[in-house]
Structures are given as structure tokens and as C-alpha cells.
């Protein structure tokens, strides 16, 4: 490469990321090394000066017209180099190599790699993203109508919208049980409030997602925890809880449950139905990943319609920003009351998420967003099952989270403390344990890192602690 050709790439950085790229034509080798050994010239070259804040990875890859994953896989390259480190919630920089040769020449670590927030992949393929944002450039023609007061519950578009997505899950719901809220935890605070009063009892897996136990606090509920197995809530044990006490209802995360993974098989459903109806339990159905599974058995919902509320969040299939949910009442005349009272406390959900997931669903993009969930999430979870010991975590090869049994000698504490020593965020089971000891367990969620390269980066420390003793962790991570 030349110099003249050196001169004519852009770089500069005035109030912001350095406008910096590169010719791919001129270094004649794969694309994610030619960027790498850009980097590597121009810094020698000072072109790029310690502390320059580089271009984001997709920016980069939006300039160069190339997939988001190559030039990840560039600066990762460039990482490993040790010519630049990623700074939690700043961006990309040039290292300053006077320091780190004070330093013993140590290279900088790979970024922090955030295992702790449980959404979904974040979809980087260029043709749907440019077909998401065209959504929002479309919506924008209409912004007089989606910045004034709605109806509560959606117009009839969004709600067509709705029983749309629900009918993809086995669901065919009558328009008037039907309503549209503001997210999972509004929903849930409204049937919570509509089904309880303070003191009463609400059944729970022991091990639960743990908003239904800040909403049971919040709303001075006795949450009662139930045995579980592999396989969920074991229905003989929900039997005898209700002989002891009196359950208002019984919460149910039955498909690919946060945290265990466990997905509830049609025998067991239908046999904590019998017990639902022998003693008069409503059942609340959060069927937060119903469209992640390709072949979900039957939702409460079908089964038992006359006795489930059922929650259909589009935070775990759509994109954890897109905070609405579908709620379905046993009745119209159920539905009535709770609306009143959702809408009290929420007055409505917002119209440009509601217009935005309207459009999605009816266009076909919602169901090209799920596809690439699927696809994704599965390519991470072979991640996963290279590298991680097997007999060490329970997943679901649909899901985007892991839970991790410790083996012995580890503590949950002490395993999420090493974790953050080396950059790794994990979730310990403490805020999912609703009753006893939690079990020295931990969650991991392959959906908040960015990439499959910075999965596999932090998986691979991760390993190394699971099969070595917690004494020599601080050696591995």
C-alpha cells in the first residue's frame, strides 16, 4: 500500500468518532485481516493517534457496505493485537502503546462481555434492519395522530394486528377478551389486581422469573413457592399446596422458563389444569418466548381459555425496547374490569410502539425478526454446547439464556465475582428464588452481547472456571 494511497483514506475526528475506513481492494486478503491490518498501519503511522475514538462497528460496516460480523470480527483482530480497547458505554479506542509497554506490554482485554440482560439477539442483518427503520420513516407521515391520547387497548387495526400474532401461536381469541397493554408487567399488575387482594395467596415456581416477586410485594401478595423438576412445576406438589391453602392463582412461565429453561410438557399442563379447576385457581400464563419455540406443546390458554389470563410480551421475540404486550382474559366479562383498571393506572400503551408492532405483524417483518431470533440463538447455543462442559448447564437450543449448575466447591457469589473480575456479567439465582436457599446456580443470556465473537470469548473463560477448582480461578479469569 502506498503512501498516496495512505493520504486518501478519511480520518479524522472532530467532536466525535474518528471518520475513519480504508480501500478493501488495495490489501488483496480476507476483509475482517484487512481492516485489522489497516488499523495496525495507521496507528503505526499516526494516522491514528492514542485515544482516538474509532467508528462504531456497525457504522464501519454501514460505510464499507460489509456485514456487521466481519468487521467484528476486525476489531476483535485488532484487539487481540492489542492496538485497541473497548471502554463500557464510550466506544472503540486507539491503546496508548507508551502505556502499555510501562505496563509489561500486557494487551488490553477483549471488552466487558454482558451475560446478565436476558433479550433477544439484536438482529444485524443489513436487509432487515434497513427494513425495520423503514417502519419508522413510514411512521413518521402519521405523527399527528401517534402523539395524541388513544383509546385504551389499541384501534381495530392494532387490535386485528394482535389476534393476528396470537392465531401464531394456536391462539383464535374473541376481539373482546382481548387487550393491548404497555408491556408484560403492566399486564401482570392488572390481573394481579383484579384476581387479589393484600394477604392473599399466589402459587409461583420456586424458581421464577423475578418480576412476579417484585409485583407480589409491590401489591402485599404471599407468593408460595412449588417444587420443580426439569420439566417445571410438579403438579402433585401444586395439589398439595392447595389443600394447606387457599391460592387466588397459581404463575406460570411454562415455555422455556426464565431462569431453568424448562419448557412444561402437554401431560403435565393438562394435569395442573385438573388441579386449577378441582380448586378453583386462575392460572396466569407469561408466554414470554411463545413465538421463539418453532413447535411450543398447547398454551394454557388453549387448553383451559375459561380459567387463564394469558401475556404474550414482545420484549423477548421482537426486541426488548418494544415494551407491549398482548393480554387475553378468560371472558369478555373479565376483560371489561381489568381494562378499567389498566387503564387507571397506565391510561394506554404507546401509540408509536403499538402502530410500530401493528405494522411489523401485518407486513411480515415481526415474522422475519423471529426467524432471525431463531436462527441466531441457535447458532449461540452451539456455542454453548462446544464449550461449555455437559453436564454443567440445562438450555433449550430455541432459547437465549443457560443455567448453570456450579459444580462443587463454587458458590454462586464467588463465581459471578470472578466473572466481573474478568469483564463477565452473570445473574446468580438469588433474585429468581422465591422460598429456601437458592441453589448455587447462575444465569447466563446469550442474547446481550453483540456478537458470536465476543460469545465465544466470554464463554471460553467461563469454561475454564467450570472445570477448574475455584482457587485457581483468578488464573484462568
Known sequence: MTAADRDGRACSQVGGPARWTLDLKLWGKPHYLAIADALTEDIRTGRLPPGTRLPTQRALAETLNLNFTTVSRGYVEAHKRGLIEGRVGQGTFVVDQALAARTNGAAPRVGPVDFTMNLPPEPDAPALRARMQATFAELSGDLGNLLRYQGFGGTEEDKQAALRWLKGRGIDAAQERLLICPGTHSALVGVLGQIARPGDTICAERITYPGIRALAAHLGLRLVDLPMDRHGVDPD???????????????????????????????RREAIIAVARRYAVTIIEDDAYAHICPAPPQSFAELAPEITYYVAGLAKCLGAGLRLAFLVAPSARSALPLGGALRAATVMASPISTALATRWIMDGTADAIVDFVRRESSARQRIAAS???????????????????????????????????AGLGVVGSDPFCVAGTPPEAVRLCLGGPSTRQQITHGLEMLAHALEGSPALASTYI
Open 237 to 267: 406438589a401444586f395439589a398439595a399446596v392447595c389443600t394447606k391453602v387457599t391460592p387466588k392463582a397459581i404463575y406460570l412461565n411454562p415455555l422455556l422458563q426464565n431462569p431453568t429453561t424448562a419448557t412444561l410438557p402437554r401431560a
Open 387 to 421: 464449550l461449555l462442559p455437559a453436564a454443567s448447564y440445562t438450555a433449550d437450543p430455541n432459547g437465549f439464556h443457560v443455567w448453570i449448575t456450579l459444580p462443587e466447591g463454587w458458590t454462586r457469589s464467588a463465581f459471578a465475582s470472578q466473572g466481573r473480575s
